[in-house]
């Protein structure tokens, strides 16, 4: 059960770290829509969401999915207001995930030389946070609307395509977080299997196990 509360506590964190990246990232680009609402900030209490944050990372902690998701409140961002508008979506997108990954990276180090000294407790601890930021990251690199990886896709492509790509995420958007349990629904589904299978793969090589 520590184990579990240990995963739900880290899960949380990790998502309001990958959030408070998009507004980091945002401000870097002429923004200051994050920092005038105090959402730069780590504590929880600015960017948990009951549902998101709370209920559906427990349930799939508990049940043992085999996908570890959820979401905090998003730090807003105006895109006009970002210096580079042909690339600056795309940026605040990826930072997210990029800093998913670079924490999956530094506890994937420490929990190597955690095993190889015989700090085996500690190194499963930091292995559990490799493994969280390692599929929070990948996942979000998924070009569907609402996730990251749609929004880079977007801002990557040419004007004309991305405009049309922007009013279908806005058509998913209406249906709030109906369309995203919806995504988890049939992603869980259909393709939470290979979906592990890669996530521990990569886990495999990064821990050296």
Known sequence: MDILIFGIIILVLSIIIHEVAHGYAAYALGDPTAKLEGRLT???ASHVDPVGSVVLPALLVMTGAGILFGWAKPVPYNPY???N???GEAIVAVAG????LLLAVIFALIARYAYANGF???GDLAALVTLTNLSLGIFN????P???GFTVLRGILPYKIGMQMREFEDRMRAGSIFTLIAILFIFTYFFAGPFYD???WIFGLLIGV
Do not use: C, H, M, Y
């Open 85 to 87: 508008q042909r690339w």
């Open 141 to 144: 690199l998924i070009p569907i």
């Open 120 to 122: 085996g407790e500690f």
């Open 81 to 83: 207001n970002l210096k």
């Open 42 to 44: 780590l504590n929880p």
């Open 198 to 200: 890669f996530i521990s």
């Open 146 to 148: 609402p996730l990251d």
């Open 97 to 100: 995930v990029a800093t998913n």
